[in-house]
């Protein structure tokens, strides 16, 4: 089996794996809180916003190197598994560049790397609604998934997918049972492959990727 095969099989199963566990969790709660006769509230937030990328390598003389920060684009589904608590997935996509940072000149664009973040965990939330559904309810979120990134330089494309782990929180504005606005800001921490997306053996390090985003919110 080739190596490109493999990278494909792995980014494949990935995202299927985070789907299967949502909706397993899903088949399990959704009965329970039937049985009690509340049902579900699923929740689904388009948003947009900022991404800034931490440095993947520190080089020698104040060099560095990362992505460009960017627009990010995606959108979050969340299903109350108690007042307090949610099941959340999570798919944003962002366009930006590998970067070499350099003293006193700034950076360099080396090549194009399309973004793709896709992960999965639990929002605790504070809610203080009135009895018309409006509101404001902090909320923190915890989860995992994965990082998937395209490089391209002039006619060669690779692909790497790396592990990420993510924690944030944020604050939803409810203007009425149904719709509210989001404010949120998220942190994606892992390592990006240096050897699997480009062929280059350097040593990188765990870096913290920050999402600032807002986005309105659709309740069902």
């Given at each position: 089996m080739s190596r490109s095969n493999v990278i494909s099989r792995r980014?494949?199963?990935?995202?299927?794996?985070?789907l299967s566990l949502l909706a397993l969790a899903a088949l399990v709660i959704v009965p329970s809180r039937a049985h009690a006769q509340k049902p579900a509230v699923a929740r689904l937030t388009p948003y947009v916003g900022y991404m800034a990328f931490g440095d993947y390598v520190d080089g020698?003389?104040?060099?560095?190197?990362?992505?460009?920060?960017?627009?990010?684009?995606?959108?979050?589904?969340?299903?109350?598994?108690?007042?307090?608590?949610s099941l959340v997935g999570n798919l944003g996509y962002t366009d930006s560049n590998v970067r070499v940072g350099l003293p006193i000149i700034g950076g360099v664009n080396i090549a194009d790397s399309k973004v793709l973040l896709y992960d999965g965990g639990l929002q605790f939330r504070l809610p203080s609604t009135s009895s018309l559904g409006t509101g404001i309810s902090p909320f923190v979120e915890v989860g995992a998934g994965a990082i998937r990134y395209e490089v391209r330089t002039g006619p060669l494309t690779t692909n790497a997918t790396n592990f990420a782990g993510n924690f944030g929180g944020g604050i939803d504005l409810q203007l009425n049972r149904s719709i509210g606005i989001r404010g949120a800001v998220k942190d994606y921490v892992g390592k990006f492959d240096f050897k699997e997306a480009t062929s280059f053996d350097l040593?990188?390090?765990?870096?913290?990727?920050?999402?600032?985003t807002v986005g309105l919110t659709l309740g069902f």
């Open positions: 980014e494949a199963v990935a995202p299927v794996a985070i020698p003389i104040g060099t560095r190197v990362s992505n460009a920060n960017s627009a990010i684009y995606g959108v979050t589904a969340g299903l109350d598994l108690t007042r307090n608590v040593n990188s390090r765990v870096s913290h990727n920050v999402a600032f």
